[in-house]
Structures are given as structure tokens and as C-alpha cells.
């Protein structure tokens, strides 16, 4: 599979980074994962949006304008649509800070390290659409800056091995709000929550907790089309018990239906343990915009 690497196009097997990246021995680098869906990027300016914060967050400058890596990512979507014939893709870019002698202040005047490539998707499979997935619930042990989309990431590792432990897709994560209002759910290992209560959507306001998913606007969008009502407020640990569904959103999820939590069904009546009519309206407008 083609990717790039600081400027040059090569075979994924091919590219290598110095052990001195501090990427490598740190952590310290920002990524994106965006959709490609008909060999068309999907919600770029957004994810390119998102990548800002992040670089500004950390203070690595942007090594490219947007236009600049819209020519690069236009360019490797068709290099691995050429190699795979895969024109749904998930593109993956990473810029680290560059590589130095090992010490923990930022180091001025580096060359930050480029890293592309890009996958054939792999979307959830027809059974886990029809049967939805599991999850479990942990505490949320990470650190307070989850609104950096940085490369550190054992905290979601570890996060999302409690669920693969238990033969779960995903591990809800909740915090102590703070405000003497118990847990509260901030997302998953690598997605981000919603419940439905009362007919509404509801998603969890964005914070320093939380990645600012790019599926939360869209999916509040969708909920406009489809008169759904959506609201993003705190959703309590006790809620996820009663709620009538779970869903989680990320790129290469899309949108899902929760529907075991920590091995008990989710939702009530007929609709207990299976997925809901707000998770099959919001999946067929998801699959309708991945055309527009
Ligand atoms: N939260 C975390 C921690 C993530 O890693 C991700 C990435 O997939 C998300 C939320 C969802 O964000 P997006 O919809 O942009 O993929």
C-alpha cells in the first residue's frame, strides 16, 4: 500500500522514522482519521478544523495550508484506489513534533514528521447493525486535554482492552462531574456516546474531556432532517440504565447501536436488546449524506 512520509511517496512496508522521533519517544504528535466514501473525502474542512486545534493545542505549526493537504490526501486516496481498488477508504495523518535529542521541553526550529496513508473501510457488517454490539463501562482514567487529538494514546488502549476483555465492541467511559451530580458519561475509547430518553438524541456538550467528534455535528444535522430532537447535555451513569437506546459514532464506526450494556439489553419492551428506530432513521440519513 502507498503512504507519505515527510514530502515522498512510498510503499507503507518502505517508510521509517527515526527512534529519536518524538512521536516515537513521547507521544507527542496530533492525527486525524477522515472517511473517504466513493473516493471523496468525507467532512474534510471539518477534520481539517479539528486538526488546527489539535496542532495549536500542542504548538506544532501546520506544515500545510488546507489546500495543501487537500492535493496531498486527493493524492493518496487515488494512489491506494489505484492499489487496492477500494474507493471507501479511511485516510489516517499524523504530524509529530520531529525528531531531537530526548528531553521533555518542546524543542524550537524542528521539522515536524508527516505521516499519511490510507486504508480500504471496513463499515460495521450487517450483523452488527442488525443485532447491535456490547459495552462495557469504566471509569474515565485518562487525562484532561481528550479534546487533543493527539498519537498519545495508552489511555485509549487500555480504555478499550476493559472492553475487549469482556468480548465488547467498545468501553463507555464516565467522570465525576464534578458538580455532585455523580458519574457522567464522557465517550468511548474511541467513539462518542448518545442515548435516546424521552424520543431526543441526546450527546454530551463538548469539553476538555471529550474529542469534538466531527459525528456530532453531523449527527445533529441528521436529527434536523429526520425531526428528531437532539440535545447535547450531561447524560448521568443511571440514564444509560433506562435509556430506550445507546448509540456510539466515529469514523470508521459510523453511527452503531448499543444494545448490551456491561451484559445487561439496552431498551424496553419488544425493542429490549435490539437496535432502535432512532439508530435505523439516523443509519439510513448517514448513508444517504456519504453520497451527497
Ligand atoms: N472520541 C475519541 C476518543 C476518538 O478517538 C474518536 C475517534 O474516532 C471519537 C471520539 C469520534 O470522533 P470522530 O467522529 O471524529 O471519528
Redesign the pocket.
Known amino acids: 500500500a502507498p503512504c507519505h512520509l515527510d514530502g515522498r511517496w512510498l510503499p507503507l512496508n518502505q517508510a521509517q522514522v527515526s527512534v529519536l522521533d518524538r512521536g516515537f519517544l513521547f507521544g507527542d504528535g496530533v492525527y486525524e482519521?477522515i472517511p473517504v466514501y466513493g473516493g471523496r473525502l468525507f467532512r474534510f474542512d471539518e477534520?481539517m478544523a479539528?486538526l488546527a486545534h489539535s496542532l495549536d493545542a500542542v504548538r506544532i505549526a501546520n506544515p500545510h495550508s488546507r489546500d495543501g493537504w487537500l492535493t496531498l490526501l486527493r493524492e493518496l486516496v487515488a494512489r491506494e484506489l489505484a492499489h487496492s481498488g477500494q474507493g471507501d477508504q479511511l485516510a489516517y495523518l499524523q504530524i509529530t513534533r520531529g525528531v531531537a535529542p530526548r528531553s521533555h521541553p518542546m524543542p524550537t526550529g524542528l521539522t515536524p514528521t508527516v505521516f499519511a496513508m490510507s486504508q480500504p473501510h471496513q463499515p460495521p457488517g450487517a450483523d452488527q447493525r442488525r443485532e447491535g454490539v456490547a459495552c462495557v463501562t469504566a471509569r474515565d482514567f485518562r487525562w484532561e486535554r481528550?479534546d487533543i487529538?493527539t498519537t498519545s494514546l495508552l489511555g485509549?488502549v487500555m480504555a478499550r482492552q476493559i472492553a475487549a476483555d469482556h468480548g465488547a465492541a467498545e468501553t463507555i467511559l464516565l467522570r465525576d462531574s464534578g458538580h455532585g451530580h455523580g458519574l457522567t458519561v464522557t465517550?468511548?475509547?474511541?467513539?462518542?456516546v448518545w442515548a435516546v430518553l424521552d424520543g431526543a438524541l441526546i450527546g454530551v456538550p463538548p469539553s476538555h474531556h471529550?474529542?469534538a467528534?466531527?459525528?456530532?455535528e453531523l449527527l445533529r444535522e441528521l436529527c434536523e432532517e429526520e425531526g428528531i430532537a437532539c440535545h447535547l447535555r450531561p447524560i448521568a451513569e443511571s440514564e444509560l440504565t433506562i435509556a430506550d437506546e445507546i448509540l456510539i459514532?466515529?469514523?470508521?464506526r459510523e453511527v452503531l447501536p448499543v444494545t448490551r450494556l456491561d451484559g445487561e439489553p439496552v431498551g424496553h419492551g419488544a425493542l429490549r436488546g435490539k437496535p432502535g428506530p432512532v439508530y435505523a432513521r439516523l443509519h439510513a440519513a448517514y448513508e444517504r449524506a456519504k453520497l451527497e
Not at 187 to 192: A, I, L, R
Not at 213 to 216: A, E
Not at 249 to 252: D, F, I, N, R, T
Request: charged share 20%; net charge positive.
Open positions: 482519521v477534520h479539528r481528550g487529538k485509549g465517550e468511548g475509547s474511541s467513539s462518542n471529550t474529542l467528534g466531527i459525528r456530532i459514532s466515529s469514523a470508521g
